[in-house]
């Protein structure tokens, strides 16, 4: 999460100082990523080196100081806008590690260790998808904040789903290579387009 | 107190080679006013889980007890009436009959009770009420959107103060949002005092549920506690 643009977003509406960008990030983002006002400005003095805010020239020194965002930081939060997160090499994903790891240990019962992390990840899809019944608090923010982040984890829970498939016709004999000791890719493939 | 319990419920189909052990020693009770998720991969015993407990099937073996009272001890009518009276089901496909409105398919569970036209037709329309379904009462099932199909369908399976709900992939093939109304819905008549499975492979719709219960090769091989409250766990995120 860029802070960074968060704050440029905020200040496009227009002039705002330290403590009231915070209130707003933290009310906007469902009160999920809670921000500390250290951050706030230390981002607010980069952003000011850097051009791409002006503090009020009326204002005063401390909380109550307020900046405003430049031609040159609307340009920057535009830019940031489209610009696509890098998808491109798969992360070095711990849970696909621990996974293949126990595939090649011997006395390892793989599909135990897979319902570890499948049990754990559901509780936390049960704990962000119960935020969901209190429709007093369910904001369209809150709920596309609730939203990805269950996606995410969901995402995991089918790998895993999938994995346990997989492993369950290889054990039936189904013409499936067998899985060689610690099959942990050795270069990352890129994959994706050109960034 | 539960209000729906399997005990060491055992379904086994055929017999000797072509035997296939369905379930194994399954335990699971449902309390009333909470919503429990069965999640499995396809085969691992799901379906046969839910038509147990809803004594559309019998066991081989074990008891299973709604409401208090002992399946076995029910005769193929009393079951039948059980089941018409306290139990609702809700499926992957909808099974609205495409010759009846909305009321109608709503209000038909009450009047093969026995229930008159017209206090069926009262309570079928009650509960298409408290699902946004006034106006669409008297449309037929092919004049419904696939979310509204399946409102009806849950209108239908609470309808006259049913006690259970069961229910198999109740979003179907809907998308998200819909299949989100769908779970809101169910847990919604939780909340009012029903008790409610559901068996499903995808886990956004186990999410939703109080208890989520692992069957795998037809066994429960691991569940979670109920959820903590949702104020906890926002407290307890990590500070960025």
Partial sequence: MSVRHALLALLSEGPKYGLQLRQEFEARTGDVWPLNVGQVYTTLQRLERDGLVEAEDSSEEGPQKGFHITDEGAAELAEWLRTPPDFSSPPRDELVIKVLVALGLPGVDVREVIQVHRRYLIVLMQQWTHLKEDESRFDLNFALVVDAEVFRLDSLVRWLDTAEGRLKRAAAGVAAPAPQPFPLPKARRKVGGPR | ?240
């Fill in chain 2, 1 to 240: 107190m539960s209000y729906l319990e399997l005990r060491d419920v055992t379904k086994i189909y055929g017999e000797g080679a072509t035997e296939v052990h369905a379930l194994t020693r399954i335990d699971l009770s449902v309390e009333a006013g909470s919503l429990v998720a069965v999640m499995g991969a396809s085969g691992s015993g799901k379906s046969t889980l839910l038509t147990i407990a809803g004594s559309l099937e019998d066991p081989t073996a074990g008891e299973v007890y709604v409401g208090g009272r002992a399946l076995s001890s029910l005769s193929r009518n009393g079951k039948a009436r059980l089941r018409r009276q306290t139990i609702g089901y809700v499926f992957q496909d909808f099974n609205l009959l495409a010759g009846l409105s909305a009321l109608e398919n709503v209000s038909l569970p009450l009047e093969l009770d026995g229930v008159s036209a017209r206090k069926a037709q009262g309570a079928a329309m009650e509960s298409l009420e408290g699902f946004g379904l006034k106006e669409r009462a008297s449309h037929y099932p092919d004049q419904l959107s696939g979310g509204e199909r399946q409102r009806v369908a849950i209108a239908r399976a609470v309808v006259g103060g049913r006690q259970l709900l069961l229910a198999d992939e109740p979003s179907g093939a809907l998308d998200s949002t819909n299949a989100e109304s769908v779970m809101r819905l169910i847990l919604e008549a939780c909340r009012r005092g029903m008790a409610a499975v559901v068996v499903t492979h995808d886990a956004q719709l186990a999410s939703w549920a109080d208890r989520v219960v692992f069957l795998r090769d037809g066994r429960i091989v691991d569940q979670t506690l109920p959820a903590e409250s949702p104020d906890t766990f926002l407290a307890d995120l990590p500070q960025s």
